[in-house]
């Protein structure tokens, strides 16, 4: 019922900085957005929260990137932005834009990823 494309990844040099963003396509116009957010996954390691944002705009990040990364979103255009400074090349991971939706329930939605490499 809800779509999620992401954009934005790519290479960079330690230092540097880079924004993703997600939208969300709905099947049907009565379905609500709730939290919206980033997950990452780096080779070997298990997906981890990177940051949520609620529809009230509450936000919760991991101690790693608190500081550095800034989650927003745009509710009329249903899309979520993580904007990256100071990247690491520990952050180096495939990024998962993740939503719960409510249509009748409430359900999880994941997004494709999108690579972020960060050089050393």
């Known amino acids: 019922q809800v779509q999620l494309v992401e954009s934005g990844g790519g290479l960079v040099q330690a230092g540097g900085s880079l924004r993703l963003s997600c939208s969300a396509s709905?099947?049907?116009?009565?379905?609500?957005?709730?939290?919206m957010g980033w997950y990452r996954q780096a080779p070997g390691k298990q997906r981890e929260l990177v940051a949520l944002?609620?529809?009230?705009?509450?936000?919760n990040y991991a101690d790693s990137v608190k500081g550095r990364f800034i989650i927003s979103r745009d509710n009329a255009k249903n899309t979520v932005y993580l904007q990256m400074n100071g990247l690491k090349p520990d952050d180096t991971a495939l990024y998962y834009c993740?939503?719960?939706?409510?249509?009748?329930?409430?359900?999880?939605?994941w997004g494709q990823g999108t690579q972020v490499t960060v050089s050393s």
């Open positions: 993740y939503t719960v939706a409510l249509w009748s329930t409430l359900k999880a939605y």
């Open positions: 709905l099947r049907f116009s009565n379905i609500n957005i709730n939290a």
């Open positions: 944002i609620s529809s009230g705009g509450s936000t």
